[in-house]
């Protein structure tokens, strides 16, 4: 049985982050994940003893549903997530002429806010425990790095490169897509291929241990609002599109041997195929 909640009720306009942050597009969720991490991964690389002890305590939530793991409390992202939350409803809005709050404004909109709010729950607590899974004993790199999509990380290690390094490859597409590591993208064909959300956190996790391996980064940010987008089950096309692109898309800026931006969401067409064709 798929994992995911149903689709919003009514046309749910999506929310912008906003506050005056250095990544404005990102959602609640990425926000969150971009705090709790960058805060530990600072101390983390000091060799901060609680950093150190934080880290230990979320890799045992590996693999466990959100809120579960109780030596993962307070440091999960959820409080960071709650603080967002506080925030935006801190913020004034209208009252609609009938004296109803828009958001009880009826059951289906009610069930829908609590089960979004429980998605970001499970894509946070997801996320970062891929992250200190990820971060592991490594303290001279960050993991959690901006603009390194999925698609973009996993075409670089595919490549056979580590870390960050540019390549000087200036061969084709077509030629690029030859000399692939094979079995790893089919790895992350079914990444694009999992049926619920504990199946997608799986698969996750054996690429982020691969990902480990070669000190490639990963924007955990951007994964934690991808994640929640995924759960809502008229979100998934969009959400496989993204990577599919990226893994695209970062093929070419690698023969350039530019670094630039990680594809955004704007999910441009052409690129499901990667993630629905085979397993």
């Known amino acids: 049985m798929t994992n995911v909640m149903p689709s919003s009720p009514v046309n749910t ?7 005056g942050l250095p990544r404005p597009s990102l959602q609640a969720p990425g926000r969150a994940t971009d705090r709790c991490i960058g805060r530990l991964q600072a101390l983390y690389r000091q060799d901060n003893s609680s950093a150190v002890a934080a ?9 466990k549903a959100v809120h579960e793991a109780p030596e993962s ?14 925030e935006r409803d801190s913020v004034p809005v209208a009252e609609p002429e009938d004296g109803v709050s828009a958001k009880y404004y009826s059951t289906d909109q009610r069930r829908w806010s609590e089960q979004r709010e429980l998605a970001e729950e499970k894509a946070v607590f997801l996320t970062i425990t891929l992250w200190a899974l990820h971060q592991q004993s490594i303290r001279d790199a960050n993991m959690h790095a901006h603009d390194w999509g999925l698609g973009r990380s996993v075409r670089h290690l595919a490549q056979g490169r580590l870390g960050t390094e540019a390549s000087h490859i200036t061969l084709s597409d077509a030629e690029l897509t030859e000399k692939l590591n094979e079995p790893l993208r089919k790895r992350f064909v079914r990444i694009g291929t999992s049926t619920s959300l504990e199946m997608l956190g799986t698969r996750l996790r054996t690429v982020v241990l691969l990902l480990r391996g ?16 995924w759960q809502d089950i008229a979100r998934q096309a969009e959400v496989r599109r993204t990577w599919g692109r990226d893994f695209h898309l970062s093929s070419r800026r690698s023969s350039r041997s530019e ?4 594809a955004s ?9 990667l993630l629905d064709a085979g397993d």
């Not at 409390?73 to 506080?86: M, P, Q, V």
């Not at 490639?216 to 929640?228: G, K, V």
């Open 214 to 229: 070669a000190r490639i980064p990963l924007d955990y940010a951007r994964l934690a609002d991808q994640l929640t987008a």
């Open 55 to 63: 880290l230990a305590r979320l890799r045992r939530g590996v693999g």
């Open 265 to 273: 969401g704007d999910n441009g067409g052409g690129s499901d195929h």
């Open 259 to 262: 670094p630039g931006p990680a």
């Open 13 to 19: 306009p999506r929310q912008s982050s906003g506050g």
């Open 73 to 86: 409390w307070g440091n999960d992202g959820l409080e960071e997530l709650s603080a967002i939350r506080a």
